[in-house]
């Protein structure tokens, strides 16, 4: 299991890009601000394709200030090229950690 922590910028922020198949255990988007509410939208985009509204997944959920966010309900499985997307209304309030497992 692999775990990693990305800044959501407000442009398409690449969260995780598949290098084989992979499983998304889990999710976490925290807004570290305590001044700033902040909107994620999220994209899962499969290989060759784009960031747009056919692999939007999630539109412009606000996450108020010190909030965090969890995915875990459901496990999410990725093939080669495949990637997970975020875009933050606001520069550098949203952190994301993602848990993945090679299948």
């Not at 394709?49 to 909030?67: A, C, F, K, R």
Request: charged share 15%; with cysteine; hydrophobic share 45%.
């Amino acid at each position: 299991m692999a775990i990693s922590n990305v800044v959501v910028d407000t442009l398409s922020t690449t969260i995780f890009s598949s290098n084989g198949d992979f499983m998304i255990a889990t999710m976490i988007f925290c807004n570290t601000t305590d001044t700033t509410d902040a909107d994620l939208t999220l994209y899962l985009v499969p290989a060759g394709g784009t960031v747009d509204s056919s692999t939007m997944i999630v539109n412009q959920l606000t996450i108020p200030v010190t909030e965090t966010v969890f995915f875990d309900t459901e496990r999410l499985v990725l093939g080669d090229g495949d990637s997970v997307v975020a875009v933050s209304s606001e520069m550098d309030t949203i952190t994301c950690t993602i848990s993945t497992v090679a299948i």
